[in-house]
């Protein structure tokens, strides 16, 4: 089964806006993670959220997950066009260590 | 603030030959692992590694790739025989001590093969 599916596949906002993007998985997860990825470049990890917490703040980050739901929300208040890169989700599933990524987000933000 | 790091940047190289692609993790970490991005596609796992030994391993992972911890320092990903689709960009990763599955993994920059 498919884990991380994000939602919408590309997004364009204006700076100053809030962008909110959405990873829905099919099977249960330990914690779920969110990164981010400039254009060709590495990974940045931004946020880990535990399957028993339901909201948790970094900044200009707001994470929520839905375990019920199986999904998982990304918010970044008051973007900015260093915003712009594509974003992942990523879960840990049953007792194994390996991280399962999504297609992603494409975040643009335009000046 | 400790980061992964990976050389090369980037690796061309004939297709059947070696490479070996190099990885330094944060040093208090203690999982190690590999993954790999094929252009425009998703980050796929490729292999796990705790306690000097292989703990986990996907099927893209075959008798083609190996991985070692030679030092106490670095990590590397051996590709015996190269393949045109083993073009992809190669990421590093670690976490902390704790229990597997539990912690954030920290990426590094990441390798470009490309295989002519």
């Known amino acids: 089964s498919q884990q991380g599916e994000e939602d919408p596949q590309a997004l364009s906002i204006q700076e100053g806006e809030n962008a909110t993007m959405n990873c829905s998985y099919k099977t249960s997860i330990n914690n779920l993670q969110w990164y981010r990825q400039n254009s060709g470049r590495g990974l940045v990890h931004l946020i880990l959220i535990r399957s028993n917490e339901r909201e948790k703040h970094s900044g200009r980050l707001r994470v929520t997950l839905d375990t019920s739901k199986k999904s998982s929300s990304l918010l970044i208040t008051a973007s900015r066009a260093a915003d712009t890169a594509s974003y992942f989700c990523a879960g840990y599933t049953g007792a194994n260590s390996k991280l399962t990524f999504g297609k992603g987000i494409t975040l643009s933000v335009r000046p | 603030e400790p980061e992964v790091t990976q050389t090369p940047s980037h690796q061309v190289t004939q ?35 705790y306690n000097n030994e292989i703990s986990e391993k996907s099927e893209i992972f075959d008798d083609q790739f190996s991985v070692e911890r ?24 670690s976490s902390p001590p704790g229990l597997a599955g539990r912690n954030e993994q920290f990426f590094g920059p990441g390798t470009r093969l490309t295989v002519l």
Request: net charge positive; aromatic share 16%; proline share 3%.
């Open chain 2, 70 to 93: 030679p030092d106490g320092s670095n990590f590397t990903l051996k590709i015996r025989s190269t393949k045109l689709e083993d073009s992809a960009m190669y990421f590093c990763a």
């Open chain 2, 15 to 49: 297709m059947g030959q070696e490479v070996i692609l190099r990885c330094v993790p944060i040093s208090n970490h203690l999982y190690f692992y590999w993954y790999r991005q094929i252009l425009g596609q998703k980050v796929e796992f490729l292999v796990s590694f």
